[in-house]
């Protein structure tokens, strides 16, 4: 049973517009998100956090916003650089619980 | 500061040879996980520890995989006999409490012919 879904295995995004990642998930006991960025040959690395005590996160060009109530999560970039294309895991956890992790959505940013 | 130190990054072997992945968490880190990326799955969690200690190896495909944590800077994934449906990447990842953010070792790379 996947816990957290990410539907869109891959997205394409014009240099300097928004790219916009989706999450879902189904455990309403889920109280903290995170999203990775993962580039070949290398392992994942944290890239921003939300705690469900809140709706939106920003840190510089990374914006996640959570809808509990839809139990859904996004990740929103802006402006896109050819240098985020990756691949993004979501993950959630709650309860004092390990992560659980997406499938993972890669991202290309195109000149 | 050293992060997560996985070893080796690539392994190429026969099919019923013994394989052993090797981690090295960060210093202070009290959990460590195992996963297993493939294109169909993603990251999938096969075993973690918390303190040393297994607490859920239900992710553990086969008893043919075992992994172990004899302390706190070190941990093996070993599977044996290997199969070809074994190769994947194989990351290790350690992280202060359980659901605090994981830091990822670069991965093993697994290819069993």
């Known amino acids: 049973d996947q816990q957290v879904k990410q539907n869109s295995p891959s997205l394409s995004v014009q240099e300097g517009r928004i790219s916009i990642l989706n999450c879902d998930y189904t455990n309403s006991m889920f109280d903290y998100f995170l999203w990775y960025k993962k580039y070949p040959a290398e392992g994942p690395t944290f890239l921003i956090s939300i705690s469900s005590i809140k709706d939106k996160n920003e840190d510089g060009r990374f914006t996640v916003f959570l809808n509990k109530s839809a139990k859904h999560l996004s990740l929103h970039i802006v402006p896109s650089q050819p240098g985020d294309s990756a691949v993004y895991f979501c993950a959630a956890t709650g309860g004092g619980n390990k992560l659980t992790f997406g499938t993972g959505t890669q991202l290309k940013v195109e000149l | 500061d050293a992060g997560v130190i996985q070893s080796p990054r690539h392994e190429v072997t026969e099919m019923g040879q013994e394989v052993t992945l090797r981690c090295k968490p960060i210093?202070?880190?009290?959990?460590l996980f195992w996963y297993r990326q493939t294109m169909m799955r993603g990251l999938e969690l096969l075993i973690y520890?918390?303190?040393?200690?297994?607490?859920?190896d239900s992710g553990m495909p086969e008893d043919r995989f075992s992994a172990k944590m004899p302390n706190a800077s070190f941990s093996t994934l070993k599977i044996q006999p290997s199969e070809p449906r074994d190769s994947a990447v194989y990351f290790c990842?350690?992280?202060?409490?359980?659901?605090?953010?994981?830091?990822f070792g670069d991965g093993t790379r697994l290819s069993i012919l």
């Open positions: 520890f918390n303190n040393n200690v297994p607490i859920d």
């Open positions: 210093s202070g880190h009290n959990s």
């Open positions: 990842a350690s992280s202060l409490t359980l659901n605090q953010p994981q830091h």
